[in-house]
C-alpha cells in the first residue's frame, strides 16, 4: 500500500469540504446553523418539511423555495439517499439534519416509520 494513501478522517469529511460552495454561501449570509426537516412514504420521497437558518444574531428565518432552497435540499437527500436508499419505500420514514456552521459539524436523526419504529442518529458524513 502506498504510503501517500490515507483514508478520509472525520476532519476532512465534513460539510465544509463536502459541499464548500454551499458552505461558503452561508457563511457569507452570517448563517451560523441549518435545521432541515424531511419525510417519506409510498414511494413519495423528498417532501421537505422546514429548512430553518438561523443567523449569528440569533434570528431565525424559514428558506422560501429559491436557489438556496434547491441547493440545500438537493445536498441533503442526496446524503439521505446514500445512508437510507429505501427511506420513502412502504410507511417511510422521516427526520432532521442538524449543520452547525460554526462548529463544521453535522447531526443527522432519521426514524423508520411503520411496524419498526427504530431511530438512527448519524454524527458527521
Not at 500500500?1 to 472525520?10: A, D, G, K, R, V
Not at 427511506?87 to 459539524?105: E, K, P, Q
Request: charged residues 20%; proline residues 3%; hydrophobic residues 35%.
Amino acid at each position: 500500500m502506498s504510503s501517500e494513501f490515507q483514508l478520509p478522517t472525520c476532519a476532512t469529511r465534513s460539510m465544509r469540504t463536502h459541499a464548500p460552495q454551499l458552505d461558503r454561501s452561508l457563511r457569507a449570509r452570517d448563517v451560523i446553523y441549518v435545521q432541515f426537516q424531511y419525510r417519506g412514504v409510498a414511494g413519495r420521497c423528498g417532501t421537505v418539511d422546514e429548512i430553518l437558518l438561523t443567523y449569528a444574531d440569533g434570528s431565525p428565518e424559514l428558506v422560501q423555495m429559491g436557489g438556496l432552497q434547491t441547493e440545500l435540499t438537493a445536498t441533503f437527500l442526496a446524503l439521505i439517499d446514500e445512508r437510507h436508499p429505501d427511506w420513502c419505500a412502504g410507511n417511510g420514514s422521516c427526520g432532521d439534519i442538524r449543520w452547525d456552521l460554526r462548529g463544521n459539524t453535522l447531526t443527522h436523526s432519521h426514524y423508520t416509520l411503520g411496524v419498526r419504529n427504530e431511530r438512527l442518529t448519524h454524527h458527521g458524513l
